[in-house]
């Protein structure tokens, strides 16, 4: 993965899928982002406006807003700019269903803190 910060590449460290709501007037939209790109050493979550694109999203943008629409123009949700970036952030994150994992007695607790501070930093909000 590239980032347009002094053209310094940061490592994809997982590809996954991501659920959260979005609050939309009096009710919660579900949404689903699947082939997410996990970076455990970026501090804020980032959004590809191509990656989006390439999978049929649309996108309206004035006064510091951007609405992001489905292929078939439905609203899926809105982000905001501060400064010079948009920000986008869901209103509750949906855990992933816990794996059932037959045996981790053959892993150092190093390893097994490192992997639940990796998977419980993924779920947090900027």
């Known amino acids: 993965m590239s980032l347009a910060i002094g053209n310094k590449d940061c490592t994809v460290g997982g590809i996954g899928t991501i659920r959260f709501l979005v609050k939309y007037k009096d009710y919660f939209d579900e949404m689903t982002f ?28 004035s006064k510091g807003k951007i609405h992001v629409y489905n292929k078939d123009w439905n609203k ?11 920000f986008f952030k869901p209103t509750k ?28 930093r993924t779920a947090l909000p900027y």
Do not use: Q, W
């Open 34 to 61: 699947s082939d997410v790109l996990h970076n455990p050493k970026l501090r804020i979550n980032l959004l590809s406006g191509s990656r989006l694109e390439k999978k049929g999203a649309h996108f309206v943008g």
């Open 93 to 120: 994150y949906i855990a992933p269903k816990p794996k059932v994992i037959n045996s981790v007695s053959n892993k150092t607790s190093n390893e097994k803190e490192c992997i639940n501070g990796n998977m419980a």
């Open 76 to 86: 899926e949700f809105l982000v905001v700019r501060r400064e010079n970036l948009y």
